[in-house]
């Protein structure tokens, strides 16, 4: 059975950046996207940014273009999020999810990780 683990949050300053990871998928025949998604206190989940696994193009919510990128690595193990100029308002729990559809809707997804804290303040 598939377990996620992400890894590589914290707490940054304004500005500054951080990598994460996500670790524990197998060959899956139909979970073919791969994506994160975050949430802050009191909000309700929200999708980050995803990825098709088969060709590596990734797509991105608005909040986010162009400050983070999603990758993975060529054995298709680990999932990545890099996140560069970071604002206050990232601040939440971040998971890794994987599933069938393309989306960056919640129940698009059917396996997910734990989470990881990432903290953006001064």
């Known amino acids: 059975q598939v377990q ?3 890894s ?19 060959y899956s025949r139909n979970n073919k996207y791969r994506a994160w998604f ?6 309700e ?12 193009l990734g797509f991105y919510a608005d909040s986010v273009k162009g400050r983070f990128t999603i990758s993975q ?15 206050p308002e990232d601040t939440a729990i971040y998971y890794c999810a994987t599933g ?3 989306t960056l809707r919640v129940g698009s997804y059917d396996v997910w990780g734990q989470g990881t804290q990432v903290t953006v303040s001064s």
């Open 4 to 6: 996620l683990v992400e």
């Open 8 to 26: 590589g949050g914290g707490s940054v300053q304004p500005g500054g950046s951080l990598r994460l990871s996500c670790t524990g998928f197998g």
């Open 38 to 43: 975050r949430q802050a206190p009191g909000k």
């Open 45 to 56: 989940r929200e999708g980050v940014a995803g990825v098709y696994t088969d060709n590596g």
């Open 73 to 87: 690595d060529n054995a298709k193990n680990t999932l990545f999020l890099q996140m560069n100029s970071l604002k």
């Open 100 to 102: 069938r559809w393309g």
